[in-house]
């Protein structure tokens, strides 16, 4: 489909929402006022979950472009976020880039700095190199480009708000494709997270091979533990 009907498709915006969604723009003015002009925003998802990976998002929005419904990802109906996702990537005037940690990693390191790894390949994967980060809730050191922390950020700056729906969109969407391998565990319901369903069936049927084994619910149902648990 050509990228001019893409943007018809746009839902029109009525007056509160255009003023709804400048408020969100105020971390970008703010940084364009400083005279930065490729501002990135980042978020992740997935360091809470038992299972699968870590995800984050960077993305790069032009000056004045108006995302309707954009919003902190978690306020959003799975509906409404897939509808925001599809329309993010198919508009060539937005960037975004996403990176993707491994379970594997995540246990060997921890998931906060595979939560830094994640939002750093994140922002390799720009094509523009951006002159200003925005962060949702954490102090991300790059090496060659400054950072700002801005708590809340996904329903405070609108950059940020795309990038975690970028982020939350693409791990449920992994999510959903690992549950067919293991449909015992309802990862495509919880997305991985610690639900009743969830812990019940770690129990009953132990971790499987995208499970954290560095998060305590997943390594006190391996075998070896569960036994050392009931010799107390």
């Known amino acids: 489909m050509p990228q001019c009907q893409l943007?018809?498709?746009?839902?029109?915006?009525?007056?509160?929402?255009?003023?709804?969604?400048?408020?969100?723009?105020?971390?970008?003015?703010?940084?364009?006022s400083k005279g930065f002009n490729i501002i990135a925003g980042?978020?992740?998802?997935?360091?809470?979950?038992?299972?699968?990976?870590?995800?984050a998002a960077a993305c790069i929005?032009?000056?004045?472009?108006?995302?309707?419904?954009?919003?902190?990802?978690?306020?959003?109906?799975?509906?409404k976020r897939h509808e925001i996702f599809e329309r993010i990537i198919t508009d060539d005037r937005?960037?975004?880039?996403?990176?993707?940690?491994?379970?594997?990693?995540?246990?060997?390191?921890?998931i906060y700095q595979a939560t830094i790894q994640a939002m750093l390949q994140a922002v390799a994967?720009?094509?523009?190199?951006?002159?200003?980060?925005?962060?949702?809730?954490?102090?991300?050191?790059h090496p060659t480009i400054p950072c700002e922390k801005i708590i809340g950020g996904d329903g405070?700056?609108?950059?940020?708000?795309?990038?975690?729906?970028?982020?939350?969109?693409?791990?449920?969407r992994m999510m959903v494709e690992l549950d067919a391998q293991w449909p015992h565990y309802g990862f495509a319901q919880h997305k991985g997270y610690g639900t009743e369903f969830h812990l019940?069936?770690?129990?009953?049927?132990?971790?499987?091979?995208?499970?954290?084994?560095?998060?305590?619910?997943v390594r006190l149902a391996l075998p070896q533990q569960r036994l050392r648990k009931s010799c107390r």
């Open 156 to 172: 405070k700056s609108l950059s940020i708000a795309a990038a975690s729906i970028i982020a939350k969109v693409t791990r449920d």
């Open 200 to 217: 019940e069936a770690l129990v009953k049927h132990g971790p499987c091979e995208i499970h954290r084994r560095s998060f305590e619910p």
């Open 61 to 79: 929005l032009p000056k004045n472009l108006l995302i309707s419904g954009a919003d902190d990802s978690k306020k959003l109906t799975p509906q």
């Open 7 to 32: 943007r018809e498709q746009q839902p029109k915006l009525d007056l509160h929402e255009r003023q709804r969604l400048r408020n969100l723009m105020k971390h970008e003015r703010a940084g364009r």
């Open 94 to 110: 937005i960037e975004y880039g996403i990176g993707i940690i491994s379970v594997e990693v995540i246990d060997q390191i921890n």
């Open 125 to 141: 994967a720009l094509k523009s190199i951006p002159e200003v980060l925005l962060v949702d809730g954490m102090m991300l050191h």
């Open 42 to 55: 980042i978020d992740e998802a997935g360091r809470g979950p038992l299972a699968g990976p870590v995800v």
